[in-house]
């Protein structure tokens, strides 16, 4: 009987824990909550990169992609998220020519609030890790430094791309 | 008084053809009438192509969308429609590796229905170019012959990136 029993209970485990994983909210990061919903967000943008073979696409909430569309993001307003989405760069088989999204690097995440995020130009900033979702809390002057060439651009990369109405 | 009137009236031709070219709905292409609000579609995933160097994202309406994050995608089901658009891949100033969208190139379409569109392997194609949105009428075997790398995959070459929940 315990020959049936352990490997029932050891089955048990592992799916009551993957249960629980997928339902489970990311710790913060910064002490930023993780963002629902991001997911069907609207696209601003997308890129990609040499220097770490990752290829991205940059999603806004509502406030963020209303400013983008309207061309009012310098500064971006109160309230508006972007979003950045990393994969690692992948040839596509189907089409040498081509790459696209192989394995997910990681969500990172600008947070606009001028008051709130005095101390960090405006913005807070954020980034899970890997499928697991796991929170970066290295401090926000990692990412700060990255975007140190765009701090007259509000701190943003991303130039929105051109969508015909 | 004539010098007057005259560029007075062009300002105003100009003017006028403007405002009613922001309001028009382009023209159908292949008999498709041109889907409004793509602008504000989910991302299924991106590509990049260095064969005719530009960046892209592939959007879907909420049919693709649901299909993609399940992975119900072989067949696609009727109703879904993909969205590729295209820009020029263009560097970006503030960071040398990275690669963004330029100019707008187009905006085409894949409309599934396994009845309407059994002539096209089960899908409506559609492109509509350039910010004029010029309503592209060459005929569907333009499209499906590029895509018959991946006829055994419902003629679709995106796979749906990683969205973690």
Same mark, same amino acid.
């Given at each position: 009987?315990?020959?049936?029993?352990?490997?029932?209970?050891?089955?048990?485990?592992?799916?009551?824990?993957?249960?629980?994983?997928?339902?489970?909210?990311?710790?913060?990061?910064?002490?930023?909550?993780?963002?629902?919903?991001?997911?069907?967000?609207?696209?601003? @943008?997308?890129?990609?990169? *040499?220097?770490?073979?990752?290829?991205?696409? +940059? #999603? /806004?909430n509502? !406030?963020?992609?209303?400013? @983008?569309?309207?061309?009012? *993001?310098?500064?971006?307003?109160?309230?508006? +998220? #972007? /979003?950045?989405? !990393?994969?690692?760069?992948?040839?596509?088989?189907?089409?040498?020519?081509?790459?696209?999204p192989?394995?997910?690097?990681?969500?990172?995440?600008?947070?606009?609030?001028?008051?709130?995020?005095?101390?960090?130009?405006?913005?807070?900033?954020?980034?899970?890790?890997?499928?697991?979702?796991?929170?970066?809390?290295?401090?926000?002057?990692?990412c700060?430094?990255?975007?140190?060439?765009?701090?007259?651009?509000?701190?943003?990369?991303?130039?929105?791309?051109?969508?015909?109405?």
């Open positions: 009987m315990q020959n049936i029993t352990r490997p029932l209970a050891l089955f048990l485990l592992v799916w009551a824990t993957s249960v629980i994983a997928e339902g489970q909210i990311p710790s913060p990061s910064h002490e930023i909550a993780y963002p629902t919903g991001w997911q069907s967000w609207s696209t601003i @943008a997308v890129s990609h990169r *040499t220097d770490n073979k990752t290829i991205r696409v +940059i #999603l /806004g509502e !406030v963020a992609v209303k400013a @983008a569309r309207m061309g009012n *993001t310098n500064p971006w307003p109160d309230g508006a +998220i #972007l /979003g950045k989405v !990393v994969w690692k760069d992948t040839q596509l088989d189907t089409w040498n020519a081509a790459t696209v192989g394995n997910f690097v990681h969500a990172e995440f600008m947070f606009k609030n001028s008051k709130e995020y005095v101390q960090s130009y405006g913005w807070g900033w954020a980034r899970w890790v890997g499928l697991e979702k796991k929170a970066f809390n290295k401090g926000a002057q990692v700060t430094s990255c975007h140190t060439p765009v701090k007259d651009r509000d701190w943003v990369f991303t130039d929105p791309a051109i969508f015909p109405k």
